[in-house]
């Protein structure tokens, strides 16, 4: 079984700033992909960014980036020039590929989340 | 609809009382998902359907839930004589492909927090 690890359970940020939410897990799969999630308040997950494991680049989506060490089991979320809308929970998950086609029918195992303010 | 709509978004019921929960996926959707989010953590996977067909219901905590998805579009979620315990937000999403999956093509609805007193 995955399981996946958040060890910051609230952060804070000042507008503009950089901020990075920490993740580990721990697997036995060599062939998986790792996200992060946005849920706001108002409860609807968003996929923020994913990362294919047998990339050795980090992924990057505009202010996003993430910090993927293999090895260490490690995928961290660098959020650069922090907006207020970016306040939300952070969940950082697992999900394991079936099979060497890559396929996976999606099923996720998430962290616990991070509380992410970000003050104006 | 244009996102997977979820209903009724809030729920209060007196223990031992049924509950069912509806799940609207995105037209044409073929996954469909079931999350159970305890107060403060993570989503914990609950069941899985391709379709009509339940794939995976490994993670339905105790015979007391059960879930349909009889045309392959619509899902309920039915919690039998609850239990102060179930007390949780429960999230469905879709997926338009059963494979390919990796690319995170997972569409979340807003929720149903179920209230058990």
């Known amino acids: 079984a995955q399981t996946v690890t958040q060890s910051q359970p609230e952060m804070s940020v000042q507008e503009a700033e950089t901020v990075t939410l920490s993740c580990t897990y721990d697997?036995?799969?060599?062939?998986?992909?790792l996200f992060w999630y946005k849920q706001p308040p108002s409860r609807q997950m968003i996929l923020v960014i994913r990362?294919?494991?047998?990339?050795?680049q980090n992924a990057t989506e505009n202010r996003f980036s993430v910090n993927f060490q293999k090895a260490a089991k490690s995928f961290s979320l660098k959020i650069s020039d922090s907006q207020l809308g970016d306040t939300a929970m952070y969940f950082c998950?697992?999900?394991?590929?079936?099979?060497?086609?890559?396929?996976?029918?999606?099923?996720?195992?998430f962290g616990q989340g991070t509380i992410l303010t970000v003050h104006p | 609809g244009a996102g997977v709509s979820q209903s009724p978004r809030y729920k209060v019921a007196k223990r031992g009382q049924d509950v069912a929960l509806r799940c609207d996926p995105i037209s044409g959707h073929v996954s469909l998902f079931w999350y159970q989010q305890a107060l403060g953590q993570g989503p914990e996977f609950l069941t899985y359907f391709q379709n009509e067909a339940q794939l995976d219901k490994s993670g339905l905590p105790s015979d007391r839930f059960f879930a349909e998805r009889p045309e392959g579009s619509v899902s309920t979620l039915k919690i039998q004589r609850t239990q102060q315990e179930d007390s949780a937000v429960y999230l469905c999403?879709?997926?338009?492909?059963?494979?390919?999956?990796?690319?995170?093509?997972?569409?979340f609805g807003e929720g149903s927090r179920l209230t058990v007193l």
């Open positions: 999403a879709s997926s338009l492909r059963t494979s390919g999956m990796g690319t995170g093509e997972l569409f």
């Open positions: 697997t036995s799969e060599s062939n998986y992909y």
């Open positions: 990362q294919e494991a047998y990339k050795q």
């Open positions: 998950a697992f999900m394991k590929r079936l099979n060497a086609g890559g396929t996976s029918y999606g099923k996720l195992t």
